[in-house]
């Protein structure tokens, strides 16, 4: 690590080390990597696995960072905030992945020239097929933006939205992949009650929805065309589909949505 940035993450939980897996695998981005986090174990952890150098305080590590990835939980920004509010300056970035943290509630308790990112990672960023929304203050000049953009595209498709589409955002890819996980879970269940084995039942369900998403994504159609022509006249799959209408589950998916980001919105 000899160009590129140097980073910090504070907070070494589930989404840190999803982001460093990918910032590390492109090791010409960084020149490098300081980590923090209140339980030391896990601040250890993580620095054995990647290689990386570990802080005893987030203070300590903003001051020796160019950016700096505020990786803890939403209740704990602020307090983090205060205490490195001190070291940061309009020459580092700050870049924080809290779901329904404000630029504005950040701001609060920083300089209010420090550049600030928000980003929505989800969580199959860990294999490197995440999808993000992010967005930049005007803070943030041009080169930094490209430098951030280059090192979140590690882990997924990287994309700049403004910020008000951030509760959406939230709700549609950050609280996703649950909503999937639970279709691939029904799915299999249904799968035993109609006599398949959970062993088949779950091989079937796994690569029915790797597939169908590829189609959807290789083909660039709209899923109801897809769908259309799979869904012959009086045949098998018109009768399941009927089954799921009458089951409310589009109308579900319409209130899961809107519940998880009204819910992005009160924080
Ligand atoms: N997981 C997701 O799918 C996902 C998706 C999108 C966005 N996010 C966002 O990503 C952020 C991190 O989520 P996560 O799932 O990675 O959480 P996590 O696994 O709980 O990791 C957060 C880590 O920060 C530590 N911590 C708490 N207070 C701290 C402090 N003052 N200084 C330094 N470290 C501190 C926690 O330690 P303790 O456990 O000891 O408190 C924990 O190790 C959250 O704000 C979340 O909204 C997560």
């Not at 490197?128 to 803070?139: H, N, R």
């Amino acid at each position: 690590m000899n160009t590129g940035v140097t980073l910090g993450f504070i907070g070494c939980g589930q989404m840190a080390r999803a982001l460093l897996g990918g910032f590390t695998r492109h090791r010409e981005l960084l020149r490098s990597v300081i980590l923090f986090d209140i339980d030391p174990t896990k601040a250890k952890a993580l620095a054995n696995d990647y290689g990386t150098a570990v802080a005893d305080s987030g203070y300590s590590l903003v001051s020796g960072v160019d950016v700096v990835v505020l990786a803890v939980k939403p209740p704990q920004v602020k307090p983090v905030l205060r205490e490195i509010s001190p070291v940061l300056n309009a020459d580092k970035v700050l870049i924080s992945i809290a779901a329904g943290v404000t630029m504005e509630s950040i701001r609060e308790e920083i300089d209010p020239q420090v550049p600030v990112v928000r980003v929505m990672p989800n969580v199959p960023c860990l294999i490197g097929q995440g999808v993000m929304g992010l967005s930049f203050s005007e803070a943030v000049a041009s080169d930094k933006q490209n430098v951030i953009l280059e090192l979140f595209s590690t882990v997924g498709l990287v994309e700049p939205v403004p910020e008000e589409y951030m509760d959406a955002v939230t709700a549609v890819s950050g609280s996703g992949p649950a909503f999937v996980f639970l279709v691939a879970e029904a799915l299999t269940d249904a799968a035993v009650d109609v006599g398949l084995p959970r062993d088949l039942a779950r091989r079937l369900v796994n690569q029915t929805l790797i597939g169908s998403s590829a189609m959807i994504q290789e083909s660039g159609e709209h899923p109801a065309l897809l769908r259309e022509r799979v869904t012959s006249p009086g045949g098998t799959t018109i009768a399941g589909l009927r089954a799921l209408e009458s089951g409310g589950v589009r109308a579900a998916f319409f209130d899961a949505v809107s519940k998880a980001c009204q819910r992005s919105a009160r924080r």
